[in-house]
């Protein structure tokens, strides 16, 4: 196991194969052959061509398509195709800062491989000896993805209706007890991004990573069930637990190695320094 192990693991997809899904005439995303014979069912929302599924031409409007696409996961769940819907919808964008052209639940997304967006807060403190440790969650065994596996002390979709600051300042509530004020003086440090093979499809993700300075008497307390503990670790033991194992949720060690790069903690003359940095960023 490695550093350069986990950004491997994060982007095992490539779109070679896959269709693409287009809405407007504009790209937002890839589905997988298989399931392209699937949706030939919904002629009244989809045209199938030998490059791509789009939506029709007449369905015009965010609320219009938001429906139709609602119709076609309804189908794919009844089939047994998607396990269930998830009740959470995210924007599907044509390129990140335009306006939404229309939102899909949550469970549709990787099947449709379109990008999907979210934050994630890296909680550090500066001890008095000049030390850091992290605040790390350790994600509750009922989670249906990476259960009891460790997570950053922040991390959330970015789902439909919410700016990213308002997003940060809901999700630092539930997962930390964070207060907005607080929230507030998280600060931006950039995107992850990666893409990745799943069995659903592709997992087209970008991660905002924000750091977010804490108090040594500050302790996270979580309030919706998703994190069953928190423990604050010396930034070496985070870094040795990536390093060397497969303990944390696969996108979070991403965001680890993103912190330990930006903080000069894995230093520019590491053999790995330069695929990891370039591993951080891909798109599609």
Not at 35 to 50: E, M
Not at 90 to 104: E, T
Not at 237 to 255: E, H, P, S, W
């Amino acid at each position: 196991m490695s550093f350069l192990d986990h950004i491997k693991a994060c982007n095992s997809g490539t779109v070679s194969g896959y269709r693409e899904f287009r809405v407007a005439g504009v790209r937002v995303g890839w589905v997988r052959p298989a399931l392209v014979q699937r949706l030939a069912v919904h002629r009244d929302v989809l045209t199938i061509t030998d490059d791509a599924v789009e939506l029709v031409s007449g369905l015009d409007g965010f609320a219009a398509r938001t429906a139709a696409m609602d119709r076609v996961l309804g189908t794919l769940v009844a089939d047994g195709v998607v396990p269930r819907k998830r009740g959470e919808h995210y924007p599907v964008l044509p390129a990140w800062g335009l306006p939404p052209l229309l939102s899909i639940d949550r469970a549709a997304v990787s099947y449709f491989g379109i990008a999907a967006y979210g934050i994630h807060v890296n909680g550090l403190v500066r001890r008095a000896d000049g030390g850091l440790d992290l605040w790390i969650g350790r994600r509750s065994h009922d989670r249906s993805v990476a259960a009891g596996k460790f997570d950053n002390l922040i991390a959330g979709g970015q789902p439909v209706g919410l700016t990213l600051a308002e997003n940060l300042v809901k999700e630092a509530y539930e997962e930390a007890a964070v207060g907005p004020e607080l929230a507030s003086r998280a600060v931006p440090a950039g995107v992850v991004t990666y893409i990745m093979e799943t069995p659903a499809g592709l997992k087209v993700d970008c991660l905002f990573v924000y750091d977010l300075a804490l108090e040594s008497d500050f302790v996270p307390r979580n309030t919706d069930g998703e994190v069953e503990s928190f423990e604050r670790m010396p930034w070496q033991r985070v870094a040795g637990i990536v390093r060397d194992t497969d303990d944390f949720k696969f996108n979070c060690n991403l965001v680890v190695i993103d912190f330990l790069i930006r903080h000069g903690l894995i230093p520019p003359d590491h053999p790995d320094y330069l695929a990891l940095t370039v591993g951080l960023r891909r798109w599609c």
